[in-house]
């Protein structure tokens, strides 16, 4: 993984998209969709759960083609900000590792209202699993292993 050292954040006029290998924090990407005009803020936190299947999980680990990955997401927020007419939208997405109970992505928005702040929060996580140029490794417990695509439920190669 050579992108390690490489992690990419946009920022324009109320849009905020970022890949890293840090720590995501809640509080700091809630921060980033606050806004004096919005009275609905929605923060999306996806997590490491411990197993999938009922197949013990040790942890997630996320690669990312990020030259595109990061345009993708930028894209998204774009669409989604004007579709849903938002004050703010911010989407970041952990790369590298993922320990269980840790964060993987988070996606905030703010809007006047909180239906349209809602409806964007999943649209954007949904148009995020659907289109980012993101895979996941799900490690297993028992050492064994399976490649993903960055959406729930579909199977990729086996890592033997």
């Known amino acids: 993984m050579a ?3 490489a992690p990419q ?10 890949l ?13 969709v606050k806004s004096p005009k919005a009275g609905a803020i929605v923060l ?8 999938f299947d009922a ?15 990061i345009q993708t997401l930028l894209k998204i927020a774009r669409e989604v900000q004007i579709k849903h007419s938002l004050q703010s939208i911010a989407m970041v997405h952990r790369l590298g590792p993922v320990p269980i109970g840790e964060e993987s992505i988070l996606i905030a928005v703010s809007a006047p209202h909180r239906m349209a702040a809602w409806r964007a929060g999943e649209e954007a996580l949904e148009q995020c699993k ?4 993101v895979w996941k490794l799900e490690e ?10 960055n959406r729930d439920g579909k199977a990729g190669v086996k890592v033997e």
């Open 3 to 5: 992108e390690e050292a």
């Open 9 to 18: 954040l946009i920022k324009e006029d109320a849009i905020y998209v970022e």
């Open 20 to 32: 890293t290998y840090s720590h995501l924090d809640l509080q700091t990407i809630a921060g980033k």
């Open 44 to 51: 999306f936190a996806g997590t490491t759960r411990d197993s």
């Open 55 to 69: 197949r013990p999980v040790s942890q997630l680990s996320y690669m990312a083609y990020t030259p595109l990955a």
């Open 130 to 133: 659907e289109r980012v140029e």
């Open 140 to 149: 297993f417990a028992d050492g064994e292993g399976a490649w993903r695509a």
